[in-house]
């Protein structure tokens, strides 16, 4: 098997490792100011180091995230189209580094603002909710195959971490004003992860003949016939 090189080392596995690495020391981060950070620092904090524990769930165990994600997207190339690892790892890598980015930028402030707060409750409901409606949509797909759950690679983490972090956001905002200030930024935040992270990656670098395709559908080879 010939040895993987430059872009396709990169996007294999090596991102992953990498962002791993990041996601330890921010977490590392937390633990060492937890006595001086806010709640919502800590969350927000939390948030960097989540994404690539998500990503390892999604790509790696039980991985196969693409499979169901270009499923839905009603692709005839469901290994690299629309999504392949490189736009994938794009979307992962800038969303990370955008909540480092927002984490230091709090640190610097002294505080959370009410935007970055309700922005990332908003990106945090979504995580529930597209992967509760991949997961329909895988169940109902593979049920006659065996698959007897909704549970599709990033369920866990969307649901346990995503979610869970979300509620206690909303929790700190509860009886706080929110002003139009707060929406323009929650807004940009979230255009900033849908097109910016997601959209513009993904059309860019979409092609069915795409040499960075996955070599497994993960957690769904199971239920394929």
């Known amino acids: 098997m010939n040895k993987r090189t430059g872009l396709d080392w990169w996007s294999h596995r090596a991102w ?10 921010v977490t590392i981060m937390i633990l060492i100011n937890w006595e001086n950070w806010s709640t919502e620092l800590k969350v927000v904090a939390s948030i960097a ?3 690539p524990i998500h990503v ?5 165990f039980p991985g196969g995230f693409h499979y169901q994600y270009n ?15 490189v736009s994938d790892m794009l979307t992962n890598l800038m969303a990370t580094f ?6 230091i930028v709090c640190v610097i402030n ?17 995580e529930f909710f597209m992967h509760t409606m991949f997961g329909s949509v895988m169940y109902a797909k593979f049920r006659g195959a065996g698959k007897t759950t909704i549970y599709g690679p990033g369920s866990i983490t969307a649901y346990f971490g995503f979610t869970v972090l979300g509620v206690i956001l909303l929790y700190c905002l509860d009886e706080k004003t929110i002003s139009s200030a707060d929406w323009m930024v929650a807004l940009g935040i979230l255009l900033f992860i849908g097109f910016g992270c997601i959209l513009i990656p993904e059309n860019l670098l979409k092609k069915k003949d795409s040499p960075y395709k996955y070599d497994n559908n993960g957690y769904f080879e199971r239920f394929i016939k």
């Open 98 to 103: 955008l909540y480092i980015a927002l984490t």
């Open 49 to 51: 180091a989540l994404i």
């Open 56 to 60: 390892v769930e999604e790509w790696v």
């Open 16 to 25: 992953i490792k990498f962002s791993c690495i990041i996601a330890a020391v």
């Open 110 to 126: 002294g505080n959370v603002s009410n935007g970055i707060v309700l922005g990332t409750i908003v990106f945090c409901a979504l």
């Open 71 to 85: 499923f839905v997207m009603k692709s005839d190339c469901l290994e690299c189209y629309p999504m392949n690892r």
